[in-house]
């Protein structure tokens, strides 16, 4: 073949603290002989663990979106608003650049990555060779976004904390933006425990 | 390819990996969606235990209401939401669906009510002011039934009896409306006990019904006696005691109000009135106060001559006390006098007689008719007219006085049978006085002033003859008299003269008086010596003065030995 040889082709493995390369014994639990971090050709159950955080997280999505997540009080006037609710408003009155802006950071976002996510996932576990670079994109996607996606918890806590006027004007967290900084945690959590490597596992037939 | 490779990456001095103690088991990853499943379904089972039933209200209009943000109110607890408010299928109404809270759920019940809370501004008060920043929301009054139900039909306006509020309600029968409406306050003695809960039109249209609500305590003050009355607007009445303008409160005179106060008199077996008891609701106090009208019979009366200034309304009296109301006047043409008689229709209330009717009717029980108009009858024989009256020397109007006229003329045109009963009339007391006033000008002028004057004057002659005798006869003669009498009051007033003088200090009788006195008052003091000696020596009156007495003449005779024994 004109492939490139991989690691565990050549039988050694690589430490991912230090660097340090190993000759892979087939041990059941290897450590790094440097500096003692465990050692594996591929992060240890990646495929589970991601789809199990990404379950998680899609669990909790459904209440940060249902409940509302911040309550504007503002002369007397009580205002829950959940995330579409508060993207709506934020249309309706004018100001659709910013309705946009939470429109992408709060629904897209996380739902992209959930997406993405769920198609990396599956794939990886199929073997296929299909799209193997555009996935790679995607996951470095994924990662780059999973920064940007607390902009709702970071509002609502900047406004709680601002904004308390009593009864002129207040604002006050509710519990979907706790269930929405869960989701955005563990899709985090998840994007971090799938190995990007096993996009690249499978049997190359295009090179 | 690996042969190749092979001795470049695995050298020698490749270390072997160490073995590590195990790390924990990716199948724990699992608990993570576990507990967020759990979490999720414990959100769901809450929210469903939360969850009480929708029920669908439907207003006039959405005003104020929000979907997902108007709440529904009890007591000022929320207990319920808006969650979608669209038109009803005619797009006569809106629709309104609300999700009750689950410790809520009873309060969708059949004869629950739920209104709409905005500010509102009446003449009877603000109400809703905080609804102006926190926006409406729907107030609920919780029924009592335990009939669950789930579609409702709101009120629009707030009810202003709540299921909740103690007292009772009454029912009031009037003629129209006035200036009430629901929330109207109830008065009794001025302090509002109560409201106007709501009123309504009569099936027949021929009146209105009013529900009032009034509160417990001031409930039990409602008894059987009870009379209410229309306390709107302001009452000004004219009397001889002078302007009376009477109102409950200012609040009253503008949005007007209903008060209730015990018929005048004592009320032995009064008690308070049971739920819902009807009333009629009069126009007035005195309306209210006055004894029960009840049932009125109609009469009417013919009057041939005018009548201008009666009017309908005016007061039918019998012997002064107002038994009636006029209620209406025709004209009519009689071919057989070519006249034009006026008929005056009037609503005479028999029971305002008080006892005479109460009386008349059993007489006329007794006798076997059927009703009063054969008492009428008699009455009518005896003299009973009616008569067109001023009762108001200013305005000229008339009012209708039944009475018995004593020898009035024999009514021709009464008939017994005749309904309804036409009563004879006699004419008016004004027109009466006129009459006089005619007949005692006529005989003025028959007076026979001329021949009078006539007389008058052959009278004066003679007395101006006779004077001219007194002048000259009489009085010369009585001037010789007064002459003589002259003379004989200066003849007398010489004699007074010289009697001064004889009583003047310095005339010649006096002197002698003068002397005459000194020689008594000697003769008194001699007498007197005497006297005292006598008294002393008695025995001189006998044996006579002794030797050394001293001269009885002057001095006494103690006074000289005392001088003679000084020096």
């Known amino acids: 073949m004109s492939a490139?040889?991989?690691?565990?082709?050549?039988?050694?493995?690589?430490?991912?603290?230090?660097?340090?390369?190993?000759?892979?014994?087939?041990?059941l639990d290897p450590a790094c002989p440097r500096c003692g971090?465990?050692?594996?050709?591929?992060?240890?159950?990646?495929?589970a663990r991601t789809?199990?955080?990404?379950?998680?997280?899609?669990?909790?999505?459904?209440?940060?979106?249902?409940?509302?997540?911040?309550?504007?009080?503002?002369?007397?006037?009580?205002?829950?608003?959940?995330?579409l609710s508060g993207v709506v408003e934020l249309w309706v009155k004018g100001s659709p650049d910013l309705a946009v802006i939470v429109f992408t950071a709060s629904i897209v976002v996380p739902m992209l990555k959930f997406l993405v996510l769920a198609t990396l996932l599956l794939s990886a576990q199929r073997g296929t060779p299909w799209a193997r670079r555009q996935r790679s994109m995607l996951y470095r996607l994924v990662e780059f976004i999973g920064y940007w996606s607390m902009l709702d918890v970071f509002v609502v806590s900047l406004l709680t904390a601002l904004v308390q006027f009593g009864f002129f004007s207040e604002v006050a967290p509710l519990p979907g933006v706790v269930y929405f900084g869960l989701?955005?945690?563990?899709?985090?959590?998840?994007?971090?425990?799938?190995?990007?490597?096993?996009?690249?596992?499978?049997?190359?037939?295009d090179d | 390819m690996t042969d190749q490779n092979t001795p470049n990456v695995s050298g020698p001095n490749l270390p072997e990996p160490v073995v590590k103690r195990r790390r924990v088991n990716a199948s724990w990853i699992w608990l993570v969606p576990a507990v967020a499943a759990l979490i999720g379904l414990s959100l769901v089972i809450n929210a469903w235990r939360q969850q009480g039933p929708a029920i669908t209200i439907s207003f006039q209009t959405a005003q104020g209401l929000e979907s997902g943000k108007t709440v529904v109110k009890y007591k000022d607890v929320v207990i319920g939401k808006v969650t979608s408010i669209r038109l009803s299928q005619d797009h006569g109404k809106v629709v309104v669906k609300v999700d009750l809270d689950k410790s809520a759920s009873d309060i969708a019940v059949s004869d629950s009510r739920f209104w709409v809370v905005r500010p509102r501004?009446?003449?009877?008060?603000?109400?809703?002011?905080?609804?102006?920043?926190?926006?409406?929301?729907?107030?609920?009054?919780?029924?009592?039934?335990?009939q669950p139900q789930t579609d409702f039909v709101g009120l629009e306006a707030p009810p202003s009896v709540l299921h909740d509020s103690r007292g009772k309600s009454f029912t009031l029968q009037s003629g129209d409306l006035g200036s009430l409406d629901i929330g109207s306050p109830v008065y009794y003695r001025r302090i509002q006990v109560g409201r106007v809960a709501s009123y309504k039109l009569d099936?027949?249209?021929?009146?209105v019904t009013l529900q009032i609500f009034v509160d417990s305590p001031y409930d039990k003050f409602v008894t059987t006696e009870s009379r209410f009355w229309n306390a709107s607007g302001v009452d000004v009445s004219l009397s001889a005691d002078g302007l009376k303008l009477n109102t409950q409160s200012l609040a009253t005179v503008l949005a007007g109000g209903v008060a209730f106060n015990d018929a005048p008199g004592p009320h032995p077996d009064e008690k308070p009135a049971a739920e819902n008891t009807t009333y009629t609701l009069f126009d007035t106090e005195a309306n209210a106060m006055a004894p029960p009208d009840g049932e009125p019979r109609y009469i009417v009366m013919r009057f041939d001559q005018p009548l201008r200034g009666l009017a309908v309304d005016a007061p039918v009296e019998f012997r002064g006390i107002n038994f009636g109301r006029v209620v209406s006047i025709r004209m009519d043409y009689d071919e057989k006098t070519n006249q034009f008689p006026i008929y005056v229709g009037a609503l005479i209330y028999p029971d305002r007689l008080g006892r005479v009717h109460t009386k008349l009717e059993a007489i006329a029980k007794s006798r076997g008719d059927s009703d009063e108009s054969q008492i009428v009858t008699t009455m009518v024989a005896q003299g009973l007219r009616a008569q067109a009256k001023v009762g108001n020397l200013l305005t000229g109007q008339l009012f209708i006085s039944l009475d018995i006229v004593p020898h009035a003329l024999k009514a021709t045109d009464?008939?017994?049978?005749?309904?309804?009963?036409?009563?004879?009339?006699?004419?008016?007391?004004?027109?009466?006085?006129?009459?006089?006033?005619?007949?005692?000008?006529?005989?003025?002028s028959k007076i026979p002033f001329d021949a009078i004057g006539n007389n008058l004057n052959h009278t004066l002659a003679d007395l101006d003859s006779t004077l001219k005798q007194v002048n000259g006869d009489l009085l010369p003669a009585f001037h010789e008299t007064l002459k003589g009498a002259n003379k004989t009051l200066s003849a007398a007033n010489q004699t007074?003269?010289?009697?001064?003088?004889?009583?003047?200090?310095?005339s010649p009788l006096q002197q002698n008086l003068a002397g005459t006195l000194q020689e008594l008052q000697r003769m008194a003091r001699s007498l007197r010596a005497l006297t005292d000696y006598l008294n002393t020596q008695p025995s001189s009156l006998i044996r006579g003065r002794g030797k050394d007495a001293p001269l009885p003449d002057t001095g006494t005779p103690a006074a000289q030995p005392q001088q003679g024994s000084k020096p």
């Not at chain 1, 459904?62 to 504007?72: E, F, G």
């Not at chain 1, 563990?186 to 799938?194: D, I, K, N």
């Not at chain 1, 190995?195 to 690249?200: G, Y």
């Not at chain 2, 002011?129 to 107030?139: A, K, P, Q, R």
């Open chain 2, 496 to 506: 007074l003269g010289t009697a001064n003088s004889a009583l003047s200090a310095d």
């Open chain 2, 203 to 207: 099936d027949n249209g021929k009146g």
């Open chain 1, 51 to 83: 789809w199990a955080l990404l379950i998680a997280a899609f669990i909790f999505y459904i209440p940060a979106n249902v409940l509302p997540i911040m309550r504007t009080v503002s002369l007397g006037d009580v205002d829950d608003n959940t995330i």
């Open chain 1, 37 to 47: 971090s465990s050692l594996h050709r591929r992060k240890p159950y990646s495929c």
């Open chain 1, 4 to 27: 490139l040889p991989r690691a565990h082709e050549l039988g050694l493995i690589g430490c991912h603290v230090c660097g340090q390369v190993c000759r892979d014994n087939q041990l």
């Open chain 1, 183 to 205: 989701t955005v945690v563990l899709t985090m959590l998840a994007s971090q425990s799938f190995d990007p490597r096993l996009i690249w596992d499978c049997k190359d037939e």
């Open chain 2, 414 to 444: 009464y008939n017994p049978n005749a309904r309804p009963l036409q009563i004879p009339t006699i004419p008016g007391s004004f027109d009466k006085l006129q009459e006089q006033m005619a007949q005692i000008v006529d005989k003025i």
């Open chain 2, 121 to 146: 501004i009446g003449l009877g008060g603000v109400s809703g002011i905080d609804t102006l920043l926190s926006g409406s929301f729907i107030g609920v009054d919780v029924g009592k039934s335990s």
